[in-house]
Antibody, heavy 116, light 108 residues
């Protein structure tokens, strides 16, 4: 069965960076794009962008352009999201999700807390 | 950016009743690119409907989607106890992908 397993909870200071990983299993990793979506407490889901694991192509939401980087490691069936210059507004749960007609499978979420 | 507005904010219903959730887009969305998700506390969203009206794998047929253009609807016919949750619509027609603010279905 398709599974996306994310790395654990992170706490960072303002100005720092955080890297969240997402390991895929149960399907052909290079077949589908992986999207990143975040959810701040009490806020709607917010799309951050996607990566094509087959070739590393990416598309980022303009809101995060220049501050976020997605990477893919096909040998480990893992994609990662690096978010830099963190501030308190980045406190959120970050999800990876596979795109297959829509976002059909999601990781369990990674809570990132930014606090001084 | 396409803004999605869901209504009502909260729907208070009893088990067995019918729930009708609305999603209105600020500009037209092609029907192939409108989805609905269910989210329960502490869990990731779960895909219910894609392409406006196609049920995702394993989704019971009490969930149905309809609509076109700027107006879309999720209907739950005969609420089960496990259906009380938060529901989001999403468009993936135009970048950036966007989500509605959610409709909460509460037990009356």
């Amino acid at each position: 069965q398709v599974q996306l397993v994310q790395s654990g909870t992170e706490v960072r200071r303002p100005g720092a960076s955080v890297k969240v990983s997402c390991k895929a299993s149960g399907y052909t990793f290079t077949h589908d794009t992986i999207h990143w979506v975040r959810q701040a407490p009490g806020h709607r889901l917010e799309w951050m962008g996607w990566i094509n694991p087959a070739n590393g192509n990416t598309r980022y939401s303009e809101k995060f352009q220049g501050r976020v980087t997605f990477t893919s490691d096909t040998s480990a069936n893992t994609v990662s999201m690096l978010l830099s210059s963190l501030n308190s507004d980045d406190t959120a749960t970050y999800y990876c999700a596979r795109y297959n007609w829509a976002l059909d499978h999601w990781g369990q979420g990674t809570l990132v807390t930014v606090s001084s | 950016e396409i803004v999605l507005t869901q209504s009502p904010g909260t729907l208070s219903l009893s088990p067995g009743e019918r729930a009708t959730l609305s999603c209105r887009a600020s500009q037209s969305v092609r029907t192939n690119y409108l989805a609905w998700y269910q989210q329960k506390p502490g869990q990731a969203p779960r895909l219910l409907i894609y392409g406006t009206s196609s049920r995702a794998t394993g989704i019971p047929d009490r969930f149905s989607g309809s609509g076109s253009g700027t107006d879309f609807t999720l209907t739950i016919t005969g609420l089960e106890p496990e259906d009380f949750a938060l529901y989001y619509c999403q468009q993936y027609d135009t970048s950036p992908i966007s989500f509605g603010q959610g409709t909460r279905v509460d037990i009356k």
